[in-house]
């Protein structure tokens, strides 16, 4: 019996193995290609300096779907097609400007960008003295001080969260709620230091939400210099901000999720999705956020097609509208496949920017996760080390609902903020060789669930 046992152990283990060498076989076939002959460094310069920005709503956006629509059928898509949503379209309006007034006649120029979604002062501006809090529970004790001020929220990234995005989710609700919390106590305007570890003077811009309850008053991300000159001159004496915005919404208008298709050959009603977001803020190119996702889509496209794989499941390639202030594209693709009773297995994500590829966040059944580490091994030669308890980015967040796992890659994430939605998120802050080890490991991840399943 223990021989019998043996023998059976050691031809199961050698099955193991057998599998395994084969997968990364066709995992270095899918290396050689995108680092031999990859398209998405040229694809990613085509999109950040023909199209450049492309804000829900805006003429960037109308140009960026009909490129990623023509992008999808060149890499090789069986089918694709405009998936119909609409947007919310805010505008900046104008050039955003803030001025500082301190020591009696002296003048200091502030760098600062109005917050997505923010509602404009006009050109009459806001000018006010300025009060500094740096936390909401010093808001509150300071209520009775804010009233016809201009609120100055200077709460720093937290430098001790090695994940950045630890200091991202614990520092953003100033941006999302500051403004109306400071409203209801009577202030004329907010100005947020940036979301970011940043050293330089960008002021980083993303959306706010405004509490219905309260006005919606002028709101604005401050460079990180200037926060600091700001923090210390208070420090010394009063100071007064002119502010300056133009930002408002227009109606909501017609955007479109672009999406490429490679029909399954065993199971072509069985769909995994592996997406990024085609819209930008409208300061940058949005090369980081979320240029790399979307041309890493659909270079896994394009590397499938180029090396004859014919996928068991129906894989969708899909470059999602208005993830920035909206997530209408999202919503609109999960509801669509809702209503089409499709099974979706599997969601993967790019939108933590083009860096070195560390592992994926992977939200699921216990069984699955575990699944999925079996294969870390395979990826090891790319860089990859951990698949970690989470879950998948916001675009393929709701297919969860759906039952299908979802996951997220997760590059090196200590220089993502120093560009998210500023200005300085160019084509050149991208690194060829980090992008294309980004599509490697998602080509090998979404070649692995189509493979095996779950």
């Excluded at 614990?170 to 305007?189: E, L």
């Excluded at 490679?262 to 069985?270: C, I, K, Q």
Aim: proline share 4%; with cysteine; glycine share 10%.
């Amino acid at each position: 019996m223990r021989r019998l046992f043996f023998t059976t152990s050691l031809f199961f283990i050698c099955i193991s193995l057998f599998a395994q060498n084969e997968d990364s076989l066709f995992i270095r076939r899918i290396a050689n290609e995108i680092l031999l002959n990859g398209k998405a460094y040229d694809n990613l310069r085509e999109l950040t300096r023909n199209v450049g920005a492309r804000l829900a709503g805006s003429p960037g956006m109308v140009k960026a779907e009909q490129w990623g629509l023509k992008t999808m059928k060149e890499s090789g898509a069986d089918k694709a097609w405009l998936q119909e949503c609409m947007v919310p379209h805010w505008v900046r309006g104008g050039q955003d400007k803030a001025e500082a007034k301190y020591n009696g006649s002296a003048k200091k120029a502030l760098n600062v960008a109005a917050l997505g979604n923010s509602e404009g002062s006009g050109s009459r501006g806001v000018t006010a003295d300025v009060i500094e809090v740096k936390s909401f529970d010093e808001l509150e004790a300071k209520k009775d001080q804010v009233k016809g001020k201009i609120v100055f929220y200077n709460y720093h990234f937290n430098p001790t969260f090695i994940p950045t995005f630890m200091s991202y989710g614990d520092a953003v609700r100033y941006r999302g709620a500051g403004p109306s919390r400071a409203a209801k106590y009577g202030a004329v305007a907010v100005s947020v230091r940036s979301m970011s570890h940043s050293t330089d003077n960008f002021p980083h811009t993303g959306s706010t939400n405004y509490d219905t309850a309260y006005p919606k008053i002028p709101a604005v991300a401050i460079g990180l210099q200037d926060a600091d000159w700001l923090d210390g001159q208070l420090q010394k004496s009063p100071v007064k901000v002119s502010l300056t915005t133009y930002g408002h919404f227009l109606p909501d208008t017609i955007g479109h999720n672009v999406i490429g298709e490679l029909t399954g050959s065993e199971f072509p009603n069985e769909y995994i999705t592996v997406g990024g977001h085609l819209d930008s803020w409208d300061l940058a190119e949005g090369a980081h956020d979320d240029g790399t996702g979307i041309t890493q889509t659909m270079e896994i496209l394009r590397t499938f097609k180029a090396l004859g794989y014919k996928p068991k499941h129906s894989i969708r390639f899909v470059l999602f509208m208005n993830e920035e202030n909206g997530m209408r594209g999202a919503a609109k693709y999960a509801e669509e496949a809702k209503k089409n009773n499709e099974k979706h297995i599997f969601g993967l994500e790019s939108d933590a920017g083009g860096f070195t590829p560390r592992g994926f966040s992977f939200g699921g059944k216990p069984e699955q996760l575990e699944k999925a580490r079996s294969w870390i091994p395979l990826f090891y030669p790319y860089g990859v080390y951990e698949i970690s308890r989470g879950g998948g980015g916001a675009d393929v967040g709701p297919l969860a609902r759906l039952g299908a796992a979802v996951s997220e890659l997760s590059p090196d994430s200590q220089r993502y903020f120093d560009y998210h939605h500023a200005a300085n998120d160019v084509f050149e802050n991208v690194n060829k060789r980090e992008l294309e080890l980004g599509a490697i490991n998602m080509a090998a991840f979404i070649y692995l669930v189509d493979k095996y399943g779950w």
